[in-house]
Nanobody, 118 residues
Framework: VQLQASGGGLVQAGGSLRLSCAAS????????MGWFRQAPGKEREFVAS????????YYADSVKGRFTISKDNAKKTMYLQMNSLKPEDTAVYYC????????????WGQGTQVTVSS
């Protein structure tokens, strides 16, 4: 599976951005897709995930109520709507895929930079 993330940019605190992650290649075995982020000097952290067939979603506590993950199965695309952005949301955002039968996310996109100014 190949993943292409887009939609990052520079926004003021309180603003919104929508990230997209388009999947291509062998997507039939996709179990779950997720967003992760890595801020400078910090470990990569989980942001949100969505199961591909049952649409169950999960969020990190830090983004609950502000971010919404969604997907379009026909377009093989996942989205992350980010509202009420804070400076601490500044990071490179990565999308990833976990295949059926896998424990971990094994395919990763290239990342898109999100910068929130105060």
């Amino acid at each position: 599976v190949q993943l292409q993330a887009s939609g990052g940019g520079l926004v003021q605190a309180g603003g919104s951005l929508r990230l997209s992650c388009a999947a291509s290649g062998r997507t039939s075995s996709t179990d779950c897709m997720g967003w992760f982020r890595q801020a400078p000097g910090k470990e990569r952290e989980f942001v949100a995930s969505v199961y591909w067939t049952v649409s169950t979603t999960y969020y990190a506590d830090s983004v609950k109520g502000r971010f919404t993950i969604s997907k379009d199965n026909a377009k093989k695309t996942m989205y992350l709507q980010m509202n009420s952005l804070k400076p601490e949301d500044t990071a490179v955002y990565y999308c990833a895929v976990k295949r059926l039968g896998s424990r971990d996310f094994g395919s990763w996109g290239q990342g898109t930079q999100v910068t929130v100014s105060s």
